[in-house]
């Protein structure tokens, strides 16, 4: 490198002079920092390398989920329960009762406030299903009269596409009702797959519940012995994220629920008990959740109360969830959600892809997890020397 190159790297990693001059008509003469010094550089190439390895470790484990899903999908399911029910568990051994009653107590009675809940609302979902489907085709067969009127011709294609794949659906499974040994066979193998999955969900929680965190640092007894001080305190973070964040969902997901279903109780809507329902799972599923189910209340609006109704609804979701995104989730899910609305609609988007509803559920804590992670990555490894306070592109805003 020759010696005007040379002058020129020494010059830019100086300090810049600028002169400012003030409102008075003083002149200052002031030093701007380096905006990137030579010793950062390897801390940014670790940085780089951390980000890239958790994208990819996140690449991996979607096609693992995809390849091993009966065994790994209920080691990620019994993570949610468990958050719930391990500080119950430990409450219990508080109190001197054996970890492994105290496990086996919190699990029987989980499982019971589950089925409970679950044996209600599954049961009034599934009843009122079909009604629920009909009056939302109605509802949408009058938004296309009504804007019919305004613009000539005007239809919905996505609504036939969708019901013509729902037709042949049916169709399909009305032709394949004379090869009775097939369809026994597969729907015997699905029984099977759902009853493992569960047992397999239930012994996974009870271990879990037992001894997690001896769970835990039994697999990082695996790493080098350097990076196990590490690892444990971002273990320990990732399980602290994943419990505030499904709490705060439920409870988000729970008001959003009430709230509508008593709007929709006072404005006379049939079938508000099923919708409410809908609107706590549907909660569960951020952004996507919220609007799928928000819609689905209006159209069973409009197909029996028409338009005034309907836009009495649609004030009811949009109240709603003006309260959500304004006081609930800032008071609720701040520290754990701080996502960009696209990051978590397109997080949703690809775990449907990877293994469908069930992906799709669990993308948006997953995300979560990810980004606390490499925040941490990033103040171990970019931040050393205090220089915090940059702009994070995964963050809401």
Known sequence: ?????????????????????????????????????????????????????????????????????????????????????????????????????????????????????????????????????????????????????????????????????????????????????????????????????????????????????????????????GSRERIMPLAEEAWETLGAYFRGQLLVALVDAVFIGIGLVLLGVPLALPLAALVFFGGLFPIVGALATGVLAILVAFSHGGIGIALAVTGLVLAVQQLEGNVLEPLILSQVLDLNPLVIILSITLGAIVLGVLGAFLAVPTAAIGKRLIVRLREATFDEGGQGGKTDPLSAG
């Open 1 to 225: 490198m020759g010696s005007d190159s040379l002058a020129l790297v020494a010059r830019a990693s100086r300090p810049l002079r600028m002169h400012r001059v003030t409102s008075s008509g003083e002149s200052l003469i002031y030093r701007s920092r380096s905006p990137l010094k030579n010793e950062d550089w390897p801390r940014f190439g670790r940085m780089a390398w951390a980000t890239l390895g958790v994208l990819a470790l996140v690449v991996v484990a979607g096609v693992v989920l995809r390849e091993l899903a009966l065994v790994v999908v209920p080691l990620l399911l019994a993570l949610f329960p468990a958050t719930l029910l391990v500080p119950a568990a430990r409450w219990l051994e508080r109190w001197r009762i054996p970890r492994t009653l105290a496990a086996i107590v919190t699990l029987l009675g989980g499982l019971i406030l589950f089925f409970g809940v679950a044996a209600g609302t599954v049961t009034l979902v599934v009843a009122q299903l079909p009604d629920i489907l009909d009056s939302a085709g109605e509802g949408i067969d009058g938004v296309e009269e009504l804007v019919g009127r305004v613009v000539p011709g005007f239809e919905i294609p996505a609504v036939d596409e969708i019901r013509g794949m729902i037709l042949d659906r049916i169709e399909t499974s009305d032709e394949g009702t004379g090869d009775f040994a097939t369809q026994a066979l597969s729907m015997a193998m699905g029984a099977v797959e759902v009853v493992a999955g569960m047992l397999l969900v239930l012994v996974v929680l009870f271990f879990y519940l037992k001894s997690g965190r001896a769970l835990a640092e039994g697999l990082a007894g695996f790493v080098a012995p």
